[in-house]
């Protein structure tokens, strides 16, 4: 059963989590060593980092020594999963459970319900994937068993703030990192053009390509701004003091692809600063360690959305890799090397590149390679010296690369020069990384017990509370010469080097006085560090059991209550242009979805007045200042069509709510979620555009056709995004207060390097959709799916004419009523499109019809 939301408590400042990205043992070392309290990774299948993780024969072992050492580690199971991935995932999740994990961290709501019934004792945390923006969010993953949720990385501080005061939820965030452009859980590019879901950990980074910007349906010269999608990397070390005032649970840093060196000096910067705000102490992070953080890897840090809007900083667009520290501008090149203005200190052996902007490359290949020689220009001239070891910053030199690795032709004056690699780095992190010993400790404290005449007894308690006594086994003798005194148990107790542990606090119960020999003492503080250690590392005890069987009969298919047994068809405008032509072709209903509020009300009673029953579109993210839009939605007396986790849990409360229907952004991948959605009130669900043709038929065997509602037609929304491209490359302004609204006057595209433009459209929250600029068309489909029993087909338009939108609608009415065939239905809407059509997401791969029955039916 769900969850049942409740009233927060109030939240409290408390000490949060540095949880580090793991995706192998140098990595799991290096955050040990560095100072994590927790850290995540995959294990084998279902998580959102296909290439890395461990095996389920590794985990046991591995969580024992996390547990050792006082890391806590929690295993991502953030993917949509399947109806035929139901059975593997029960028996993941039963190895995870069994395995001692501390938490599993979720996507799919129906599977977190489904752990939850497997292990209540558990953990479940909402993933970041699930687009929680809001305290009603945080709610709705509890009703499905999550005790902490991952916050979506649009949020700034005071947003994170206002859900805080909200919820006693715990919450999560991160704070360093690679950022998507689309919001987690919302992005279908990779989907879109790929077949590869970035819901099932198959991302391609379609928004780290170049693309062409049109605008009104001409090419925009942006200079060197190609990489219109590709975000900067976050950093919020800044930000840390806010994020413990405000009581929030952990701060998460993204890289689970990211090397040893990466982990460790992330991690140990956050460490500090998350030390040092909880002892009220200012941040004291180095020029020279800011500059590791950006050199270790960066794509440009800042805080970004956490630090406040500002769309002109989001994305540069210049590059989309990793650029580490920039170091200077070329000036220049000489017969043997290039000139540099320099801005940081460069030394032979140093990796650089030179940054030409792609757009001017169209091969996208730079010019770099390893310095063997830096020789300062002026001193050079004066005294004849032809090398220094070193260039101080701020003066011009010449670099010199071994032959051939710079071709001095494609440098140019003025491109910027980074620093991608520092040799110098992997001295200072070393440490870290190939420590012998455990070099970050966790404290304990002591207590000794010594009565002359009886055993003496040494207790050592960890953070946790767990606590274990030893004794010899002789007893404490009286004191001939130098008798037990707190001074002395202190530096003897305190020699836990090699232990993973430090003597935080010792109390002491003499009576004597004794005398206790110093081998003696050792053998305590030896035994007791052992004892605790394997305490530590025990596998907790829970409850566990298959459930899935159960949870599958306890809700059987609903039987259809439709009296109508024709396809409907349903059509979703967003301009008052396409309005008239859909309300002239008379569809069973009509959606508004419209970038502005104001036109809503006058073209809803437009179409109530035709006769035509009426849909508002909701947006997919709500942020904690704009759920006055549900007041707005519900005084517009439509039906609902909920794309928003946190609306949808905003309503239950409501009386006598509107119709609603469930939109793909809902992720509804299997029957559990489906059903749990259905269980909320939607009257039907769209599928996830995470499946394909025959998986859609599939859920509707099994959940009931009458639950669904599928998409026939429609411009995928490849990417959903707080970036603003209008604010942009539009404006010189930050936000909306300042952009002067160019989305509000001008059609945008982003054209791909095949030639296809997409369209760019923003909603009432400023932000972005862009749509796959082909038509996806279900004609191959559409039989299959009315034999299947599903009868309500919706169209979506985006930047249709009028005309075009009569005739989709046309033609697929035709269709329905037998007129025409799939392949003509196919063609028409081909040719009806200047850039065609796609299956799309639609696509079922080969040998797909060959699977056996589904396993749960």
Wanted: negative net charge.
């Amino acid at each position: 059963m769900p969850v049942s939301p409740r009233t927060p408590t109030p939240r409290t400042r408390i000490k949060p989590e540095v949880m580090s990205p793991v995706g192998g043992l140098p990595q799991l070392r290096a955050a040990v060593e560095a100072g994590a309290d927790a850290v995540f990774f995959g294990v084998e299948a279902f998580h959102a980092r296909a290439k890395v993780g461990f095996t389920n024969e590794q985990l046991p072992e591995l969580m024992r020594g996390l547990h050792e050492r006082g890391v806590q580690g929690f295993v991502t199971f953030n993917v949509l999963v399947f109806d035929r991935e139901l059975r593997e995932a029960e028996r993941q999740l039963i190895h995870l459970a069994e395995s001692g994990v501390d938490a599993i961290i979720v996507q799919d709501l129906g599977v977190a319900r489904l752990a939850r019934e497997i292990c209540p004792d558990l953990p479940i945390h909402g993933s970041t994937q699930m687009s929680i923006t809001s305290a009603e969010g945080a709610e709705l993953a509890r009703r499905f068993g999550a005790n902490r949720v991952v916050l979506g990385r649009e949020l700034s501080l005071r947003d994170i703030g206002r859900v805080a005061a909200a919820t006693d939820v715990e919450l999560e965030t991160f704070v360093h990192g690679a950022l998507c452009v689309s919001y987690s859980g919302q992005c279908f590019s990779s989907e879109a053009w790929g077949g590869r879901s970035a819901n099932r950990g198959q991302c391609a980074q379609a928004c780290r390509l170049p693309y062409n910007l049109l605008v009104d349906g001409d090419e925009r010269d942006l200079g060197d701004a190609r990489y219109l999608l590709s975000p900067g990397d976050l950093y919020a070390l800044h930000q840390v003091p806010d994020l413990v005032n405000m009581g929030v649970d952990c701060l998460k840093i993204e890289g689970r692809y990211k090397d040893a060196e990466f982990v460790a000096l992330t991690t140990a910067a956050y460490r500090k600063a998350v030390d040092e705000a909880w002892a009220e102490r200012p941040l004291s992070v180095t020029p020279q360690e800011e500059r590791d953080l950006e050199q270790v890897y960066s794509r440009g840090l800042g805080p970004h959305f956490i630090g406040g809007t500002n769309h002109q900083t989001v994305v540069r667009g210049r590059a989309p890799r990793h650029r580490g520290v920039r170091v200077g501008t070329v000036r220049g090149t000489t017969e043997r090397g290039v000139l540099v203005e320099l801005s940081e200190e460069v030394k032979p052996g140093d990796g650089l590149v030179f940054d030409p902007a792609n757009w001017r490359t169209p091969e996208g290949r730079e010019e770099g390679g390893f310095v063997y020689q830096v020789n300062p220009v002026a001193q050079r001239q004066r005294d004849g010296q032809r090398s220094a070891a070193s260039a101080p910053p701020s003066t011009l030199h010449e670099l010199r690369f071994g032959r051939g690795a710079v071709d001095s032709a494609r440098v140019r004056p003025g491109d910027p020069v980074w620093r991608t690699q520092d040799p110098t780095l992997a001295v200072r992190v070393k440490p870290l990384v190939e420590a012998a010993d455990p070099l970050y400790t966790r404290p304990v404290a002591a207590h000794f017990r010594g009565h002359v005449g009886e055993v003496p007894a040494l207790t050592l308690t960890d953070e946790a509370g767990r606590s274990v006594t030893v004794t010899l086994p002789e007893p404490l003798s009286p004191a001939r010469n130098r008798a037990l005194d707190e001074a002395g148990l202190r530096e003897q107790l305190g020699k836990l080097g090699g232990t993973g542990y430090h003597l935080a606090d010792l109390t002491v119960d003499l009576s004597g006085p004794g005398f206790l020999p110093v081998s003696g003492l050792n053998a305590l503080r030896r035994e007791a560090a052992e004892q605790l250690t394997a305490l530590r590392g025990q596998t907790p005890e829970r409850r566990i059991r298959p459930r899935l069987d159960e949870v599958l009969s306890a809700a059987p298919r609903p039987q259809s209550t439709d009296d109508d047994p024709q396809p409907r068809l349903h059509v979703l405008v967003r301009t008052p242009d396409q309005l008239d032509a859909a309300i002239a072709e008379r569809p069973d209903s009509i959606t508004l979805d419209y970038l502005e509020l104001y036109g809503l009300k006058p073209s809803v009673e437009r179409v109530r007045e035709a006769g035509i029953r009426v849909r508002v579109a909701s947006p997919r993210i709500l942020k904690p200042t704009e759920h006055n839009l549900q007041k707005f939605l519900l005084s517009l007396n439509a039906e609902l069509l909920v794309r928003s986790g946190g609306l949808l849990e905003g309503l239950q409360d409501v009386p006598e709510r509107p119709t609603l229907t469930g939109d793909f952004s809902l992720n509804a991948a299997n029957l559990l979620t489906t059903r749990a959605l259905l269980e909320l009130g939607l009257t039907r669900v769209t599928p996830t555009h995470d499946l394909n043709a025959r998986q859609i038929t599939e859920l509707a065997s099994l959940v009931g056709p009458e639950g669904l509602e599928v998409i026939a037609y429609q411009h995928l929304p490849v990417f959903h995004t707080e970036h603003c491209v209008f604010c942009r490359f539009l404006s010189e302004g930050t936000d909306y207060t300042s952009c002067g609204h160019p989305c509000e006057s001008h059609r945008v595209a982003l054209r791909d390097e095949r030639g296809v433009a997409h369209p760019v459209m923003a909603d009432v929250g400023c932000r972005n959709t862009v749509f796959e600029g082909r038509p996806q068309v279900a004609g191959a489909h559409l039989s299959g799916w009315l034999a299947a029993g599903l009868r309500d087909f919706r169209l979506e338009f985006v930047h249709e004419t009028p005309e075009q939108v009569r005739e989709v609608i046309g033609l697929h009415r035709a269709f329905l009523a037998l007129e025409l065939g799939a392949a003509e239905l196919e063609a028409r809407l081909n040719a009806l499109s200047d850039q065609g059509t796609t299956e799309g997401s639609l696509f079922v791969p080969g040998g797909f019809d060959r699977l056996p029955a589904l396993p749960v039916v």
